[in-house]
């Protein structure tokens, strides 16, 4: 299957070394818990919470740390939040998506604004990026567990795969919004269980930046993921080697 120029965007985001894994377990107790409240707390009935728990596993999240969060769903005294997405621009224009989970949306966007300032971007009016994007599922695989190339590529692809890559210790899939439950089923079926699964924004007009300005941007976007309400950010960088040496 054909590989997308895209792909060390991807990989780079997925990569540990994105944040401490303290901020890691936040994020993830912050989706564990919305998606208990917003449905059933039986991962059987909600998928949502399924996925979360199953992302939360992959990364190697404590099993009783997993039951605090979806038990604090039937608590009053827990916050409601809000996911909200904010658009922006960084240096060299290149364009930036800032997902959130928030409790106090005034806080947030405020933060969020200071960060793209801080740093020499700025905050847009929605719409104003996501057409530079798509919105994609996208599967990580341990390669391990993966036990014949050929049939597991032609059975991703009758269930709806776009592409599949591998950076030798796991394989990514990407597939369309409408096939996401297909490869999930055929993955549940192949006793095979990702250590990501979800919908992501995977741009497709990049932006190559300059030396002297790469500094600069590993700085926003790094400050933008510290932020305890950021849950994701997405870029449209065109990693250059020397650069992605310098992000990792």
Same mark, same amino acid.
């Given at each position: ?18 944040a ?28 949502r ?31 409601t ?39 020499g ?12 994007? !798509? ?5 990580? @695989?341990?390669? *391990? +567990?993966?036990?014949? $190339? =050929? #049939? ?58 300059? !030396? ?5 941007? @590993?700085?926003? *976007? +790094?400050?933008?993921? $510290? =932020? #305890?309400?950021?849950?994701k ?16």
């Open positions: 299957m054909a590989g997308h120029s895209k792909w060390s965007n991807i990989k780079r985001k997925k990569t540990i070394n994105d401490k894994k303290s901020k890691i377990f936040t994020k993830l107790v912050k989706e564990l818990t919305v998606a208990a409240r917003t449905g059933s707390a039986e991962p059987e009935f909600n998928p919470l399924r996925l979360a728990i199953q992302n939360a596993k992959g990364a190697n999240m404590p099993k009783d740390a997993i039951l605090r969060a979806i038990s604090k769903a039937s608590s009053h005294d827990v916050a939040y809000h996911e909200v997405t904010y658009e922006g621009y960084g240096p060299d224009g290149v364009a930036i998506m800032v997902v959130c989970m928030t409790d106090k949306v005034i806080r947030t966007v405020a933060n969020v604004r200071a960060i793209f300032a801080k740093y971007g700025s905050l847009e009016k929605n719409g104003a990026i996501t057409f530079l994007f !798509d919105y994609k599922g996208l599967f990580t @695989i341990p390669s *391990i +567990d993966i036990k014949d $190339d =050929d #049939d597991f590529t032609l059975g991703l692809i009758d269930a709806g795969a776009e592409a599949l890559e591998s950076d030798g210790a796991f394989a990514h899939v990407i597939c369309a919004v409408e096939n996401f439950g297909n490869i999930q089923k055929h993955l549940e079926a192949q006793c095979i269980a990702p250590t990501f699964a979800g919908l992501e924004y995977i741009s497709h007009t990049f932006v190559q930046v300059s !030396d002297a300005t790469f500094p600069k941007l @590993i700085k926003l *976007i +790094d400050a933008l993921k $510290d =932020d #305890d309400d950021v849950q950010v997405y870029h449209n960088i065109a990693l250059q080697p020397d650069q992605e040496a310098l992000w990792a």
